[in-house]
């Protein structure tokens, strides 16, 4: 869920997993940032990401909850699944029809 959040750290964009642990609860999820000076550029980035979440800080750890799926929501999730499903096999069948051509006889 985020893997794709990026933070501007010392002016560079780092992937979240390589500043902090984060580790999955009931209902929520719990950022702990290897470097605590870098907490509010954490917070910044997970709010830019368009997530969703609200994170909620104690100085020293991120909380995010997440709210339980919505039929509404698990059935967006099943749609941007497929879609990535089958933008991968695209992508396979193609990468096999450059590497094994099809001679023409």
Known sequence: MLDRVFVDYFDVKTPLNQLASVMVQQQSLTVDPYDKTAIKAIERAIIESDLGLTP???????????PPLTEETRKSLVKVAKGIAEESKVRNKTKLIELNPVSSL
């Open 56 to 66: 909620s800080s104690d100085g020293s750890k991120i909380r995010l909850n997440v």
